[in-house]
Antibody
Framework: QVQLQESGPGLVKPSETLSLSCTVS????????WSWIRQPPGKELEWIGY???????NYKRSLKSRVTISMDMSKNQFSLNLTSVTAADSAVYYC??????????WGQGTTVTVSS | QSALTQPPSVSGSPGQTVTISCSGT?????????VSWYRQNPGKAPKLIIH???KRPSGVPDRFSASKSGNRASLTISGLRAEDEGDYYC??????????FGGGTKLTVL
């Protein structure tokens, strides 16, 4: 049974960098596409970006200048870095496994608040 | 790139059929056969209920069905049950390895 678990600080100061990791168990990250998706309080889901085992990545256009997604095969983990955060980046952040047609496994989500 | 358009809310009585629409553009819903649907209950992660426009993952009842025509996708839930309540989101592949979600629809079972 595949499980994803997000981890990282729950509080980040404005202008600093948000860093989260997603640990995958029950599957290898050498297949599928691995994405980060966020949901601000009371708002809709927003796809942030993805990484594939080849190291290929892509990001939502409006976040591209601030986002980096990377992976560590040895730890079966992938990570999200979002720089220069503001209050608008406060959200529940999910990691998810998927392909073009859907995201079939999700982490439970981790809440990140941007505040001084 | 704006979110896909969904009605904010729909409702129905137990046993009825409801349909949730999802409107996109020629860059996403219309262009690819890669629409998915998710149900999200309060405080929980979304759960995939439809992938690749019409396919149900194992364990999702056949009361859930979906389709796509042009730039509009639809999720239909028949034989509505109380446990179907939740927020429903559509998602489409939008090309060049990007995805876009809908604004979400709150389903209330009366």
């Amino acid at each position: 049974q595949v499980q994803l678990q997000e981890s990282g600080p729950g509080l980040v100061k404005p202008s600093e960098t948000l860093s989260l990791s997603c640990t995958v168990s029950g599957d290898s990250i050498s297949s599928y596409y691995w994405s980060w998706i966020r949901q601000p309080p009371g708002k809709e889901l927003e796809w942030i970006g993805y990484i594939y085992s080849s190291g290929n990545t892509n990001y939502k256009r409006s976040l591209k200048s601030r986002v980096t997604i990377s992976m560590d095969m040895s730890k079966n983990q992938f990570s999200l870095n979002l720089t220069s955060v503001t209050a608008a980046d406060s959200a529940v952040y999910y990691c998810a496994r998927g392909w073009f047609g859907g995201f079939n496994v999700w982490g439970q989500g981790t809440t990140v608040t941007v505040s001084s | 790139q704006s979110a896909l358009t969904q009605p904010p809310s729909v409702s129905g009585s137990p046993g009825q059929t409801v349909t949730i629409s999802c409107s996109g553009t020629s860059d996403d819903v219309s262009a690819y056969y890669y629409v998915s649907w998710y149900r999200q209950n309060p405080g929980k992660a979304p759960k995939l209920i439809i992938h690749d426009v019409t396919k149900r993952p194992s364990g999702v009842p056949d009361r859930f069905s979906a389709s796509k025509s042009g730039n509009r996708a639809s999720l239909t839930i028949s034989g509505l049950r109380a446990e179907d309540e939740g927020d429903y989101y559509c998602c489409s592949y939008a090309g060049t390895y990007t995805w876009i979600f809908g604004g979400g629809t709150k389903l209330t079972v009366l």
